[in-house]
């Protein structure tokens, strides 16, 4: 089973040299301290940063400089600072070739809710809402069930929803899953966790070829 270090490790494997990548809050932040150093890419957070590197090392810290979910990280030499239109018009004008964002119900069309518990106070949608409608490419780093054990891949979401069949690829502490217009396309299993473990958790159609390969993480 992958922690959430483990997740953004196999999500940097999607990441192809010349990328623009937009991070998400929570595990999709991790992802930029785990990109292979022989390629070039550039993170795009949308507060109005393009050139993101890992985070800082502890003591070596600047509130200043912070990504969307205000955590303090590096840049990269020749990166660059922009206002959020500036941001926004990357985004919705399809300038960013990889999206990673979190999520708390992935359903097996591709619908993503990620932004809202109901009863909860929340400040808004925010970005994800441009992210969703904008990207053609985009990956989810989530749990693959909830604290409760209840599964987070289902047959369609029961919270608000962000987007409407948008997302691509899935990468859970449990599997790597593709979705298609059959349901969950299982690629490869977490180490440790065997096709069955992934079945029980799974609450929406999961697809099971005859080889499912470990994750090299």
């Keep these: 089973m992958l922690d959430k ?21 929570g595990i999709p932040t991790l992802v930029a301290n ?6 070039s890419v550039e993170f795009q957070s949308e507060n109005g940063i393009l ?12 509130a200043d ?7 303090t990280i590096t840049a990269l030499p020749g990166a660059s600072f922009f206002d959020s239109a500036t941001s926004f018009a ?30 909860k ?7 994800a809402m441009d992210l969703v409608a904008s ?7 989530m749990m693959h069930t909830n604290r409760a054990g209840d599964s987070k891949l289902l047959k369609r979401c029961s919270l608000p929803l962000t987007g409407v069949g948008c997302v691509k690829k899935i990468v859970t502490n449990l599997a790597v899953l593709e979705v298609t217009e059959n349901g969950f396309l299982l690629l490869e299993r977490a180490p440790g966790i065997s096709v069955d473990e992934i079945k029980k958790a799974t609450e929406g159609q999961l ?9 090299e993480v």
Excluded: C, S
């Design 5 to 25: 270090n483990g997740i953004a490790k196999r999500i940097a494997q999607e990441v192809e040299d010349g990328y623009y990548v937009n991070l998400g809050i």
């Design 34 to 39: 785990y990109v292979r150093d022989d390629i």
């Design 51 to 62: 050139g993101m590197g890992p985070f800082p090392v502890e003591g070596e810290e600047d």
């Design 65 to 71: 400089l912070i990504n969307a979910g205000k955590q």
């Design 90 to 119: 990357m985004i919705r004008g399809k300038h960013v070739d990889l999206t990673i964002l979190g999520a708390m119900e992935v359903a097996e069309n591709g619908d993503i809710a990620n932004w809202k518990i109901p009863g």
């Design 121 to 127: 106070m929340v400040k808004g949608m925010g970005g």
């Design 135 to 141: 990207a053609e490419n985009i990956i989810v780093a």
């Design 207 to 215: 697809i099971v070829p005859d080889l499912v390969k470990e994750m």
